[in-house]
């Protein structure tokens, strides 16, 4: 592996658990004001992990596109059928979480990403765009990248995915995060590109902060607990 992308990954450790002692001044010095003061040291802190990750992949931009890498028009389709193909991945994944082994509906870590967009639009940027460019260079090009070298599709794509997943420390819906970066490693192989991965990425996040931006807390709260009747429901038919 390169040294550059080391530091790409050392860049987004310390981008993540700057949150840590960021939290704890703020909890201690200024309470009054935690939560938007979190909120604009995210923005900062993934911001500037994003500079400095784009500018440390410098010389991987440009490299000449894969011999095999798809065209512009199979990338647009390959982004579009992604989508879909995530969400699908992504719902058979939650149902075998709820139906098989009774995790809740609903992600604990969604619910706080919608709490801090609505305390502050700004906050959206993470999420829809920062966040899935970053991930998608690290956990897709970077790790899956190297291990593909040494291993099979399936091991590698497995391992860096469950890395993707525990990152995101939701651990119940480990099954579920670990399907989309499944589908996100096999549309990097597909198409040799890792733009397409990153739109698909982004693509979703924005449309789950789209459909749950404007749903209060009691009503997202409803949803979950509708599903988890029905899931009540189906298991007593078991």
């Known amino acids: 592996m390169p040294k550059r992308y080391w530091y790409v990954i050392l860049t987004y450790l310390v981008m993540q658990f700057s949150a840590l002692p960021v939290a704890l001044y703020m909890e201690l010095y200024f309470p009054e004001s935690y939560s938007q003061n979190m909120i604009y040291w995210s923005i900062f802190s993934f911001t500037a992990g994003l500079l400095v990750t ?25 982004s579009i059928f992604g989508v879909f193909l995530a969400f699908f991945a992504q719902t058979i994944a939650a149902m075998i979480e709820i139906y098989i082994f009774g995790i809740p509906a609903g992600s604990e870590n969604t619910m706080g990403i919608m709490e801090y967009a609505r305390a502050n639009m700004l906050f959206i940027l993470i999420p829809a765009i920062i966040a899935p460019i970053l991930e998608e260079i690290i956990f897709r090009k970077i790790i899956f990248g190297s291990l593909y070298k040494r291993m099979n599709f399936f091991f590698a794509a497995i391992l860096s995915a469950l890395v993707f997943a525990a990152f995101h420390v939701d651990f119940s819906h480990l099954l579920m ?40 807390p009691e009503e997202i709260q409803k949803m979950i607990d509708q599903l988890e009747q029905l899931q009540t429901i189906l298991l007593s038919w078991v």
């Open 177 to 216: 995060y670990t399907a989309m970066g499944l589908v996100f490693a096999f549309l990097y192989v597909k198409t040799k590109r890792i733009i397409v991965p990153i739109i698909v990425h982004a693509g979703m996040n924005s449309y789950v902060v789209y459909k749950q931006y404007n749903l209060t």
């Open 54 to 78: 784009l500018w440390l992949m410098r010389p991987d931009m440009k490299m000449p596109a894969h011999r095999d890498a798809s065209p512009v028009s199979s990338v647009i389709l390959w």
